[in-house]
C-alpha cells in the first residue's frame, strides 16, 4: 500500500467538480472498509446519507 497525500487529493477533487463533498475520517485505512470498527461506522453512515441525499435529487 501507499501513503496517500491527502492535501493533493482535497485539491484535485475540487477540480473534478463543484459538486464534491470531501469527508476526512480519522484513523481510516487506505481500504476504509478494512479498518476498525468505529472507522466502518461512521464511513457507513456518511456513505448511506449521501446515496439517501442523492436519491433526494431524483
Same mark, same amino acid.
Given at each position: !500500500?501507499? #501513503? =496517500?497525500? #491527502? &492535501? +493533493?487529493?482535497?485539491?484535485? +477533487? @475540487?477540480?473534478? @467538480?463543484?459538486? #464534491?463533498?470531501?469527508?476526512?475520517? %480519522?484513523? +481510516?485505512?487506505? !481500504?476504509? /472498509?478494512? @479498518? &476498525?470498527? @468505529? #472507522?466502518? %461506522? &461512521?464511513?457507513? !453512515? =456518511?456513505? /448511506?446519507?449521501?446515496?439517501?441525499? =442523492?436519491? %433526494?435529487?431524483?
Amino acid at each position: !500500500d501507499i #501513503v =496517500l497525500n #491527502v &492535501k +493533493a487529493m482535497r485539491r484535485i +477533487a @475540487s477540480m473534478i @467538480s463543484s459538486q #464534491v463533498t470531501i469527508y476526512e475520517i %480519522e484513523n +481510516a485505512k487506505h !481500504d476504509i /472498509f478494512l @479498518s &476498525k470498527q @468505529s #472507522v466502518r %461506522e &461512521k464511513a457507513f !453512515d =456518511l456513505m /448511506f446519507r449521501w446515496l439517501r441525499h =442523492l436519491e %433526494e435529487d431524483w
